[in-house]
């Protein structure tokens, strides 16, 4: 019998496996509310970051509905368009990323992106930073995602600090960003209360980095990022309605 390439699975998509084999088979019936997401962790013997991961991922599919403040129900048995084909290389792209997986390394690799920042920054750099962050502001004012200005912000401190390989991995973070998964995750968590927090941790960062202080740029950042995963781990009953 010829042997075929084993290709590795991400463990969202391995719990998203699960949870949708057990609805094909009737253990969880359409219409009826999945166990919440702790209890859902604890059998699987996973971290509830994993499960959310993988419920946002059925959700994209069409499988589950997340009603905000009731619960998640079954909604469909089958997902014509399944995010959870065998992977191969190719097809294994950052926006196949998990969410808060990403949000983790961020906060692991950007902190010290935001102290070689402060170290090699030049004028044009400063000039970068602080129009990323302006146009964070002008988007916030009209009542828009200011998901292009917060992009600008990182890509310029990325470039600030001299490591072509840093910048290229900034960048593919932002490619998970833009992906299907953290768009969904988006929008339960993202809104004008939590936007407004994340332009104050910029300025911040921002105030750091021009005062060429690596240790409060990179503690500046570490508290961003950690916020940004607190808000994106938030549960769902704190989510606003849609």
């Known amino acids: 019998m010829p042997l ?3 290709a590795p699975q991400r463990l969202y998509r391995q719990i998203a496996d699960q949870l949708r084999q057990l609805m094909v088979s009737g253990e969880f019936a359409l219409g009826s509310r999945l166990p919440a997401e702790r209890d859902l962790a604890l059998q699987l013997g996973v971290s509830r970051p994993s499960v959310r991961e993988a419920l946002i991922a059925l959700e994209v599919e069409g499988m ?3 009603r905000t403040g009731s619960g998640i129900y079954v909604q469909r048995l089958e997902a014509p368009n ?5 992977p191969s290389a190719e097809a294994d792209t950052p926006a196949d ?5 990403v949000m983790s390394a961020r906060l692991l690799i950007e902190a ?4 070689l920042a402060a170290t ?4 044009a750099d400063l000039k970068a930073i602080k129009t990323g962050l302006q146009q964070m502001k002008l988007e916030a004012a009209r009542d828009e995602v200011p998901r292009d200005g917060d992009e600008a912000f990182h ?3 990325a470039k600030a600090c001299g490591n072509s390989v840093l910048l290229d991995t900034v960048q593919r973070y932002w490619q998970a960003r833009n992906g299907p998964l953290f768009e969904r995750l988006g929008d339960y968590f993202e809104h004008p209360a939590s936007w407004q927090s994340a332009i104050n941790e910029h300025q911040q960062v921002l105030q750091a980095i021009e005062a060429h202080d690596a240790t409060a740029a990179r ?3 570490q508290k961003h990022l950690k916020q940004a995963h607190k808000r994106y781990s938030a549960s769902w009953r704190r989510a606003p309605a849609r």
């Open 4 to 6: 075929h390439s084993v």
């Open 64 to 66: 589950i509905e997340v």
């Open 82 to 86: 399944q995010l959870t084909v065998t």
């Open 97 to 101: 990323w998990g969410p808060l997986e």
């Open 112 to 115: 010290e992106v935001a102290a």
């Open 120 to 123: 090699h920054a030049q004028k």
């Open 155 to 157: 890509a310029a401190i």
């Open 219 to 221: 503690k500046a950042m």
